[in-house]
């Protein structure tokens, strides 16, 4: 679980951080949520980051 977690988030990061690097590129993996518009765009990136660091936080130690 924590290794899901973990991608999650730096998914969820990356998609936060990349409308801001360059805001005139269409990229085609964040393409389908733009479709349902800005405002559930940014809440779709903002639970997929949230929910990683809550799977990544719940893990618990591995060993």
């Known amino acids: 679980m924590k290794e899901l977690g973990l991608f999650l988030l730096l ?3 990356v998609a936060l951080a990349l ?3 360059n805001p005139n590129v269409q990229y085609v993996f964040l393409q389908w949520i733009n479709n349902w518009g800005p405002n ?3 809440a779709i990136r ?3 980051a949230l929910l990683g660091l809550v799977l990544w936080r719940a ?3 591995r060993g």
């Open 11 to 13: 998914v969820g990061l």
């Open 19 to 21: 409308p801001f690097i």
């Open 40 to 42: 559930a765009a940014w």
């Open 46 to 48: 903002g639970g997929i």
């Open 59 to 61: 893990g618990g130690r």
